[in-house]
C-alpha cells in the first residue's frame, strides 16, 4: 500500500472521530494536545509540529486539504519514492508549522494552526515542479475529484450547525483554527522539494564515493598480490 494511501486513510479517520465526537468533553482536549498552538505549546508538546495534520476542524477545508493530497501525493510519490516523499510530506508540515510560529509571535496571525491544508499545499507545489509539463492528473480521475469535493461540501453542510456550536463557545476561542498560515504551505512545498533534492544529491555523491573507494581498494588489493607474484 502506498504512503499516500495510508495518510488519506488516516485523515478520514481523525475527521470522522474529531465530527462525531462534537460536544463531548474529551474533543476539546484532544484538540489542544494535537494542534499548534504557540511556541510555549511547542516547548510542552513538541509533537505538535507534526500531529497539527490530523485535527481537520472543518469539512470543507478537510476536503480540499485531502483532495490536493489525492491528486498531487500519488504522482510524486512514484516520481521520488515512498521515502523521500513521506520527507516531503511531513517536512513541509513541520516548515508550515514553524513559519506559522514565527507569524503568531510577530502578531500577524492569530488562533492556533490545525488541519492538513497547509502541507497538501506544499504537495501542489511538489506536483507543479515535477509533474507540471506532463499531462496527468495523479492517481485521481478528475470525476472522482468532483465526487469528492460533492461529498466533502454535503459533509460541510451537514456539520455546519455542529462545528458553528462549537465556535460560539468563548471558551474553545483559544484553538480557534489559523487558516492563514496554510498558505504558506504554497511556497514552502518549494523549499521542502529542494533539501529533499539536495540529500538525495548527497546521498549518491556518498555511494558513489564508497564505491570509488571500495575500487580503489580493490585495485590496491591485486597490485600488492601481483607485486607477491612477480617476487616468487
Given at each position: 500500500m502506498k504512503a499516500t494511501h495510508l495518510l488519506l486513510s488516516a485523515h478520514l479517520a481523525a475527521f470522522l472521530?474529531?465530527?462525531?465526537?462534537?460536544?463531548?468533553?474529551?474533543?476539546?482536549?484532544l484538540i489542544q494536545q494535537l494542534a499548534l498552538a504557540d511556541a510555549a505549546g511547542v516547548l510542552e508538546r513538541p509533537w505538535t509540529l507534526l500531529t497539527h495534520?490530523?485535527?481537520?476542524?472543518?469539512a470543507l477545508e478537510f476536503a480540499l486539504s485531502v483532495g490536493l493530497l489525492a491528486i498531487a501525493g500519488g504522482s510524486i510519490e512514484e516520481r521520488v519514492g515512498r521515502e523521500r516523499f513521506c520527507a516531503l510530506y511531513?517536512?513541509?508540515?513541520?516548515?508550515?508549522?514553524?513559519?506559522?510560529?514565527?507569524?503568531?509571535?510577530?502578531?500577524?496571525?492569530?488562533g492556533v494552526l490545525a488541519g492538513?491544508?497547509?502541507?497538501?499545499?506544499?504537495?501542489?507545489?511538489?506536483?507543479?515542479?515535477?509533474?507540471?509539463?506532463?499531462?496527468?492528473?495523479?492517481?485521481?480521475?478528475?470525476?472522482?475529484?468532483?465526487?469528492?469535493?460533492?461529498?466533502?461540501?454535503?459533509?460541510?453542510r451537514s456539520f455546519e450547525l455542529r462545528l458553528a456550536d462549537l465556535e460560539r463557545v468563548a471558551r474553545l476561542e483559544a484553538i480557534r483554527p489559523s487558516t492563514w498560515s496554510h498558505?504558506?504551505?504554497?511556497?514552502?512545498?518549494?523549499?521542502?522539494?529542494?533539501?529533499?533534492?539536495?540529500?538525495?544529491?548527497v546521498q549518491e555523491?556518498?555511494?558513489?564515493?564508497?564505491?570509488?573507494?571500495?575500487?580503489?581498494?580493490?585495485?590496491?588489493?591485486?597490485?600488492?598480490?601481483?607485486?607477491?607474484?612477480?617476487?616468487?
Open positions: 472521530v474529531l465530527v462525531f465526537g462534537t460536544g463531548t468533553p474529551w474533543q476539546e482536549e495534520l490530523v485535527v481537520n476542524v472543518h511531513f517536512g513541509s508540515a513541520a516548515l508550515v508549522a514553524l513559519s506559522h510560529l514565527v507569524l503568531r509571535e510577530a502578531g500577524l496571525t492569530v492538513s491544508l497547509g502541507a497538501s499545499c506544499a504537495l501542489l507545489t511538489c506536483y507543479l515542479f515535477l509533474r507540471g509539463g506532463e499531462r496527468r492528473g495523479g492517481t485521481i480521475s478528475f470525476p472522482l475529484l468532483y465526487l469528492l469535493v460533492c461529498f466533502g461540501g454535503a459533509l460541510d498558505i504558506l504551505g504554497l511556497t514552502l512545498g518549494a523549499l521542502s522539494l529542494y533539501m529533499v533534492r539536495v540529500s538525495e544529491r555523491r556518498y555511494r558513489l564515493h564508497r564505491d570509488i573507494s571500495h575500487l580503489q581498494q580493490e585495485v590496491d588489493a591485486r597490485a600488492r598480490v601481483e607485486l607477491l607474484l612477480s617476487k616468487i
